[in-house]
């Protein structure tokens, strides 16, 4: 396969789990990166031992040697940038939202189509063996029927503390939803995947646990962990959501639940969902990513582990270790990287990664959470 070079813009806390995942490919070179000023783009060049560097994205755009752009930047930048970046006539790897609101998503999505170019959104856990194995079982393979319900949650504790600050706070930088936007929307897109349902109509509850949070003077990275001394924070009225759950109806007449909380003391990381169907149940926790539980009602349950052996085919071509040898968040990303260069290349075939399309759906599914929340009653949704 012939090489291919990549260009990242914005390596925060995001952006080098990118750099790592196409680094693992073996036929692509990140050549380049932009970041917020020449001093900045340097020291993370250096860090990340990338060549060149540009203190403006858009010299990165110019760079005739960049086939492929990661964008990587903060969620209010992600509409121009990705827009920029499609007008430039580069395939675009975009982070989560897609844009701040379904205006936006449309029109990125129609100007993609129109340049010709590759077009992918990282929802990166659709990629994990367990996850594709899920998906086969209730829509190719018939092992879980007709789906009676669907629930789950996101949480999360990176924000328990009114103290905990990041730039998703501010509905300016991150958008008017918060914890549903942020994490909620990779709950719905991956039970969506996985059952071949749409979700069609929602009833929003959203609360907001710490009404005013303390902010740093300075600004912290994402998950840094810095301790701060109170006069160097300032109190700062919040106005996104920290907690939600919201009640959702399928297109087939299913229905289901979803919960996300990012003040859950505990849990880390904890993406959970259960689908229930008429042959069986099963249920799957990001934080034992490993194991696919399976629920019967005239047999014993069952625990199927990652291992390529005892998978199907399909998504034996997500597992790439033995038995035992676990795989996990960065092998997701992985994992899309490969099938989204895999089409840029000609290795594969059949968009089978997310695409700017489904980076709209999440959007629009957003957008009618916020709406059912303030109207307190059921919302369809406007795709």
Not at 56 to 65: F, G, I, Q, T
Not at 200 to 213: E, G, I, K, M
Request: proline fraction near 4%; charged fraction near 25%; aromatic fraction near 8%.
């Amino acid at each position: 396969m012939n090489r291919i070079n990549a260009g990242i813009i914005g390596t925060g806390f995001i952006g080098p789990a990118h750099v790592e995942a196409v680094r693992r490919l073996g036929f692509v070179n990140m050549v380049a990166l932009a970041e917020n000023g020449q001093e900045l783009a340097q020291r993370k060049a250096e860090q990340l031992c990338i060549p060149r560097h540009y203190g403006d994205y858009h010299d990165l755009l110019a760079d005739p040697e960049v086939q492929v752009i990661h964008n990587c930047t903060p969620n209010h930048m992600h509409f121009q940038v990705n827009k920029d970046i499609i007008e430039a006539g580069k395939h675009v790897i975009s982070e989560k939202p897609l844009a701040m609101n379904t205006e936006e998503s449309r029109e990125l999505v129609r100007l993609a189509e129109r340049a010709g170019v590759i077009h992918a959104i990282d929802f990166n856990y659709r990629y994990m063996p367990l996850v594709e194995q899920a998906r086969q079982m209730c829509r190719d393979k018939g092992d879980v029927g007709r789906i009676f319900a669907v629930h789950g949650s996101y949480l999360q504790d990176w924000l328990y503390l009114a103290t905990d600050w990041n730039w998703r706070l501010v509905p300016e930088l991150s958008g008017d939803s918060r914890a549903v936007a942020d994490v909620g929307s990779h709950w719905c897109d991956l039970i969506q995947f996985i059952t071949g349902l749409t979700i069609q109509r929602v009833f929003a509850d959203l609360v907001t646990l710490h009404p005013v949070r303390r902010r740093p003077r300075v600004e912290v990275e994402t998950y840094a962990g810095k301790v701060l001394q109170p006069e160097e924070m300032e109190d700062v009225a919040i106005h996104t959501e920290d907690y939600a759950t919201v009640l959702l109806e399928f297109d087939s007449g299913a229905h289901g639940v979803m919960t996300v909380n990012q003040c859950a003391a505990g849990r880390k990381n904890r993406l959970y969902y259960e689908i229930d169907g008429s042959k069986c149940a099963l249920a799957w926790d990001h934080e034992r990513p490993n194991e696919l539980w399976v629920g019967r009602r005239d047999g014993p349950n069952q625990t199927i582990m990652k291992d390529p052996s005892l998978l199907y085919p399909e998504a034996r071509d997500y597992a790439h270790f033995p038995g035992g040898h676990n795989e996990a968040y960065p092998d997701g990303l992985k994992n899309f990287v490969r099938n989204v260069y895999g089409q840029i290349g000609g290795s594969r075939s059949g968009n089978d990664f997310s695409t700017f399309v489904d980076g709209h759906k999440e959007i629009a599914i957003c957008d009618a959470v916020l709406r059912s929340a303030a109207e307190k009653q059921w919302v369809d949704v406007a795709y």
